[in-house]
């Protein structure tokens, strides 16, 4: 196979890279694209040193079997088009065209069929919206949930590659700030990406809107807070789910077990646990009475939430 990444020196373009040699995929070219600035710089793959090029429209007209956008909204906007219009399927991890509706937005374990004899762009969902719905979705086809009241405890890794080295950089004394609103280290910041006019942030209606597209139930009642907390790598969440079935709590662990690429565990998961794996982790189960229930919902954000996503649906496609 021929594929192409856009991104690729980003924090989840390098993830991809590594997620495409530990899935084994047979890959038979490799091409990597960045921002000029990258232009020559090399990355390896399999053991071997592939140059990264600069991204143009022109190598987005040429012949992929799969192309994985990580570049942000901007690049995918304009140069996903590009590549789609030219035949190729674009696997794009910004927010560019997740709510757009005839483009599918895939959790490959959840809702993978739509993407079958699929051309075009598919998009990858939100980092904290994926892990969050890989756990519940089968406790919703059983149980039917009514009310999500989530709040995230998110990564700095989250942001890319220059909020990772501010955060770094803030630990070892520097203090400035450019990616963040505030200080990260030794804080916690309880508003990602921009605060719209109702006060919600982007985050939050992230997850609100994604959560129904990927269920396809608009009736769901979502209610977050999403919030930036001095960790590197490893979202968590605490969620707290109103069902309109009565339920026992045995039931809830059968569903867990049950659901695909998700652990449920009675030790208490931590962000470091789950460094580099490609499982959600969920411990902390509590009952509040018949229909309410929490959890504690643990993955890596670039594996679970990005990369291993967007690989996972290059599998069911090529399958
Ligand atoms: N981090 C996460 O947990 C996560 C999760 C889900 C989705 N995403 C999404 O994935 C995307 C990338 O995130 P990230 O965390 O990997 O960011 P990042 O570490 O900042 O990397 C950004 C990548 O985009 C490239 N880029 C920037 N401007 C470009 C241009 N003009 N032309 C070509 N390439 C350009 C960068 O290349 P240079 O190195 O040359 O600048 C780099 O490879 C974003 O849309 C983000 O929302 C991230």
Not at 15 to 38: C, G, H, Q, R, Y
Not at 73 to 92: E, L, R
Not at 106 to 131: D, F, M, R, W
Not at 200 to 212: G, P, R, V
Request: net charge positive.
């Amino acid at each position: 196979m021929v594929i192409g990444i856009v991104g690729a020196t980003g924090e989840v373009g390098r993830t991809m890279i590594k997620v495409l040699e530990d899935f084994k995929i047979p890959v038979k070219k490799l091409k990597l694209f960045a921002s000029n600035k990258s232009k020559g710089k090399f990355l390896e793959f399999n053991g071997k040193k592939i140059k990264v090029e600069e991204l143009t429209e022109k190598s987005m007209k040429e012949k992929y079997d799969f192309l994985l956008f990580s570049a942000g909204k901007n690049i995918s906007t304009h140069f996903a088009q590009i590549a789609a219009n030219h035949g190729n399927i674009v696997i794009d991890n910004s927010s560019a065209f997740r709510m757009v509706p005839n483009i599918p937005l895939v959790v490959p374990e959840i809702n993978g069929h739509l993407v079958k004899n699929y051309k075009g762009i598919i998009a990858n969902p939100n980092c904290s919206t994926i892990q969050m719905v890989l756990s519940i979705h089968k406790i919703h086809e059983f149980l039917k949930i009514k009310e999500i009241y989530v709040s995230t405890y998110q990564a700095v890794s989250g942001a890319g590659h220059k909020a990772l080295k501010e955060y770094l950089n803030q630990i070892s004394g520097n203090n400035e700030k450019n990616v963040f609103p505030k200080q990260i280290a030794h804080n916690v910041i309880p508003v990602i990406g921009n605060i719209l006019n109702d006060n919600f942030s982007e985050e939050e209606y992230k997850m609100i809107n994604e959560t129904k597209k990927i269920l396809n139930d608009n009736s769901i009642k979502i209610y977050p807070t999403t919030v930036r907390v001095p960790v590197k790598y490893g979202h968590s969440e605490s969620i707290i789910i109103r069902t309109e079935k009565k339920f026992k709590i045995s039931q809830i662990k059968e569903l867990l077990s049950k659901s695909e690429n998700v652990i449920y565990t009675e030790d208490s998961t931590t962000p470091l646990d789950v460094e580099g794996k490609d499982i959600v982790y969920v411990s902390r189960l509590r009952k509040f009475d018949d229909y309410t229930f929490s959890i504690w919902n643990v993955a890596d954000n670039i594996r679970v939430g990005a990369a291993t996503n967007a690989i996972r649906i290059l599998e069911v496609m090529r399958k």
